[in-house]
C-alpha cells in the first residue's frame, strides 16, 4: 500500500538540478495526500518562472509515479512565502557545483551612482550596446534587486531565463548582449520584491556565481542607488575591474554620487571615470541647449576626485521612448560610443586573476 | 595612587544621557592609560557631532577629575568603528526612556517611489512647505539614510541637531519646519554611510522614537528608492497614516513605482495619491511645454491603482537652484500648494490611535 510517508521518502531522493539538495530539505515540497491510490503535492518554487521548473516537476512527478501502488500523480505549482524563500536561498547557497568555475570573465565594471534616477541603468545599458558594437563579447548583471530596470530597455516582452547544466542561461539581447536581472525571474514585471538585506545579497551572489555567463569580454553590473547591502555585497563578492559613477548637474546628485565614491575609495574599488548625464535639453524649436539642473559641474567633481571624466549626456525624448519600448539597443549616439572608447582605454589591462575565482 | 582599573570604575558610573547604559557598556571608552597622576583616555562616538557630545565629555572628565590623586584629565575623542557602532546602537535600543511617549504626531505621511531619482525628496521638502504655509505644524524625517537629500535642500550650511532630556531636537529651518535627517549626524554631508540592513532599520526606528517632534499635525517621511530594509522598517514600525507615491512619464519610472505601491498594499498602508514629477519643461524662448520624458502616464496610472492624481510637476531650473542653495522655502508654486490641499481633503482624519504610541 502507498502512503504519504512512502511519497515523502521518494521526493527526498530527487535533487534540485542547480544545487544537487533535496527538494525536500529545501522546503519544496508541502501537502502530500494519498487518496484510493491517487497522490497529489504541491511543488512550491521560489518564482514561478524559475528556468529549472519543468525539470523539477519532471523529475518529482517519475520518482512518485515509479512507486508500486501508485495509479496517478497530481502536481499543483504555489510560489513561496517570504519564509520558506528565506529558507530555500540559504540552503541553496551550501551548493555542490557552481556555474562560476565555467565563466571566464575578463573584466567587471560596475555602474554605480549612490544618488537613484541620474540614469545609471541607461549608463550601463548604452555601455554594454557601445561595447558590443566593438565586437566585444558583453553581458549585464542587473543588481538592482527592488528597482530592475535593465530588462524592461533591452526587451519589447517579458523574457524568462532557461537553464543548463552549466547553469541559468542569461537572456540574449536582440544583438546578443547576456542579461541576468531580477525581473526576468517574475511573473509580471511590476511585481514587488519587497526583501531586506541578506536576500538581496544572496541574490545579487547568485546571479554572480550561478549564471553561466561563459566567455565575456565585459560584464557590466547595474547596481542600486545607496551604499547599502546590493553595493556591498557587489563591492565584497564580485572582483570588479573598477567602478564607472554616474551624477548629474544638480549639487544634491553630486553630493550623494561623492558618498558612493568615498565607497569605492573605502573598499579599494578604482573609480574608472564619471559620465554626466541629464546635462541639458536641446530645444527642438530653437536648438539651443537649456540646462535645466543649472550648470555642469562635472568637470569639478572629476578634479576632485581625481579621475577621467568619460563624457555628458543630454536629456532625449528618444532615449526615454526607446528604453519604454525595450529597443533601447536601436539608440545612434556619437557621444556614447567616444564615452566607450574612453572607458576602454581607462579600464585596467585583462586581470589573468579574474579567470576561474575560486 | 590612582590606576587604570580605578578610572575604568568611575566611568562605568557616567551614562549615556540618551539610553542611561554606562559609557563602559556602549563601548565608547577605549585606551585608558595614567602617567603620573595624568588621566587619558578617548571617547568614541557613533558619529563625531552628535548633539550630546559635550555632555558626554564634560560628565566623563568630571568623574575622573574628582578621584583621589589625578592632577589631570585629557580626553580625546574618535569616531566609532562599524563594528563599534553597531554594539553601540544594539545596545541604545535597549533603552530606558524615549522621546517617542512625548510627541502628538497627528498625521505621518510618507512619500515613496519605489525608482530614485523621480524627485521623491522634492514633493516630501514641498508638501512639508506647503502644508506650514497653510498654518499646520509640520516635520520632516528624512528616511533615507544613504542618499539623504533633505538637508541640503533646507539649510544653506551644514546644521547639527542639539539634545535635550525629552529627546534630539530636530533642526528647525527658516520657516520652522522641523527636520531629522542622518546627514546632520555627519561631520561632512559628502560623508558615506556604509551600513547593511539592521543598522540602516535601527536610525530610522530611532528618528522616529528618540527624536522629541513634540506637537505636530504632519509628519512627512522621505524614503529612500527600493522596497527593501528602510521602506520595510517605515511601513512596519511607524504608524502611517498613507503614503504619497511620486512618479514620472517614464514607462519604466511607472514600472517600478508599481512595485512601491503593490508593497503599501501588501504592508496594508492606504495610497494617499500620486503626483508626477518632471512631467515638462517650459522653454524659456517659446514658452512650449516639452514632454522630454514623453506623454503623461499619470493619470491611468491613478486609474489603474484607484487613487487621486494629486498633481503634476514641471522640471523647474530655478528648484534645482534652490534645492542647492538650501532655500527651497522660498520656492513659490502655484502647482504646489493646489497638490497639498488635495493631499490635505484626501488625508484620513486624525486617528487619536497615534497619539502616543506605546
Redesign the interface.
Given at each position: 500500500m502507498i502512503d504519504e510517508q512512502r511519497v515523502h521518502q521518494a521526493l527526498r531522493e530527487v535533487k534540485h538540478p542547480e544545487s544537487g539538495h533535496s527538494l525536500i530539505e529545501l522546503g519544496m515540497i508541502r501537502g502530500i495526500r494519498v487518496d484510493d491510490e491517487q497522490v497529489r503535492f504541491t511543488i512550491v518554487l521560489p518564482f514561478m518562472n524559475v528556468p529549472v521548473k519543468d525539470q523539477i516537476v519532471g523529475e518529482a512527478r517519475a520518482a512518485v509515479e515509479g512507486l508500486p501502488g501508485v495509479k496517478g500523480v497530481d502536481v499543483e505549482l504555489a510560489e513561496m512565502t517570504q519564509r520558506e524563500r528565506t529558507h530555500f536561498m540559504a540552503a541553496q547557497e551550501k551548493r555542490v557545483g557552481s556555474a562560476e568555475q565555467f565563466n571566464r570573465i575578463q573584466h567587471v565594471v560596475a555602474v554605480v551612482s549612490?544618488?537613484?534616477?541620474?540614469g545609471k541603468s541607461l549608463v550601463a545599458g548604452l555601455l554594454a550596446i557601445a561595447l558590443k558594437r566593438e565586437g566585444h563579447q558583453v553581458g549585464v548583471l542587473d543588481a538592482d534587486?527592488?528597482?530592475?530596470?535593465i530588462p524592461?530597455?533591452f526587451f519589447p516582452t517579458q523574457r524568462h531565463p532557461n537553464s543548463s547544466p552549466l547553469g541559468i542561461l542569461p537572456v540574449e539581447s536582440e544583438t546578443g548582449i547576456k542579461v541576468m536581472s531580477i525581473n526576468l525571474l517574475l511573473p509580471r514585471?511590476?511585481?514587488?520584491?519587497?526583501?531586506?538585506?541578506?536576500l538581496?545579497s544572496t541574490a545579487i551572489k547568485q546571479f554572480w556565481g550561478d549564471v553561466f555567463w561563459g566567455t565575456l569580454d565585459y560584464l557590466i553590473v547595474d547596481l542600486?542607488?545607496?551604499?547599502?547591502?546590493a553595493?556591498?555585497t557587489v563591492m565584497q563578492a564580485i572582483p570588479l575591474s573598477g567602478v564607472v559613477l554616474v551624477t548629474?548637474?544638480?549639487?544634491?546628485?553630486a553630493?550623494?554620487v561623492?558618498?558612493?565614491a568615498?565607497?569605492a575609495q573605502?573598499?579599494g574599488v578604482p573609480i574608472l571615470g564619471i559620465v554626466e548625464n541629464m546635462s541639458y535639453?536641446v530645444?527642438?524649436?530653437?536648438g539651443?541647449r537649456?540646462?535645466?539642473?543649472?550648470p555642469s559641474k562635472a568637470k569639478i567633481m572629476a578634479a576632485q576626485l581625481g579621475v577621467p571624466l568619460l563624457g555628458r549626456l543630454p536629456?532625449?525624448?528618444q532615449i526615454?521612448?526607446l528604453?519604454?519600448e525595450g529597443r533601447i539597443e536601436e539608440y545612434r549616439s556619437d557621444d556614447f560610443a567616444a564615452i566607450a572608447k574612453r572607458l576602454v582605454e581607462s579600464a585596467p589591462q585583462p586581470r589573468t586573476s579574474l579567470f576561474s575565482q575560486p
Open positions: 549612490g544618488k537613484g534616477g541620474v534587486i527592488t528597482g530592475p530596470s524592461k530597455m514585471e511590476d511585481e514587488a520584491v519587497i526583501w531586506r538585506g541578506p538581496i542600486p542607488p545607496g551604499t547599502a547591502d553595493s556591498l548629474s548637474p544638480q549639487d544634491l546628485a553630493m550623494v561623492k558618498k558612493a568615498r565607497m573605502v573598499m535639453v530645444c527642438p524649436d530653437t539651443r537649456l540646462e535645466v539642473f543649472g536629456i532625449d525624448p526615454a521612448q528604453c519604454d
